[in-house]
């Protein structure tokens, strides 16, 4: 039985870890995606990260100095297909320095800023 309970009405705050139960670094993460501005959306940086049953988006909410939380989000739920992602791994934008980690696509990016702003980014002069 899991000792994690809501306390106050609020439930516990999602986290994932590998499949061998560590953590994954999520400070190196952040680290790396704070130089893809293109990566942070409101107040969260997603990536893609890369297992062996394919990518999977993922979030992590950073604010105040340190990480809220971190999930993987179910990309289908935000107007985001398998091929979408595919298509980020693949097509050359870069890897993040952990190997199977990626920066979203800028196609991800209009679609999550759509999503979680109301409008598409508008590009830098």
């Not at 293109?38 to 394919?54: A, K, L, N, V």
């Not at 989000?73 to 320095?97: F, T």
């Amino acid at each position: 039985m899991s000792k994690v309970q809501k306390k106050s009405g609020v439930a516990p705050v999602p986290h994932y870890s590998m499949p061998d139960h560590s953590a994954p670094p999520y400070e190196l993460i952040l680290e790396d995606l704070q130089d893809h501005a293109h990566c942070m959306i409101g107040t969260s940086y997603f990536y893609i990260m890369e297992d062996e049953e394919g990518p999977c988006l993922c979030r992590i909410v950073y604010g105040g100095g340190r990480i809220y939380f971190h999930e993987i989000v179910d990309h289908r739920k935000h107007a985001i297909s398998d091929e979408d992602l595919d298509d980020a791994v693949s097509d050359g934008s870069g890897a993040l320095e952990l190997p199977g980690h990626y920066p979203i696509s800028r196609l991800i990016e209009q679609k999550l800023r759509i999503l979680y702003n109301g409008h598409p980014s508008v590009p830098a002069p």
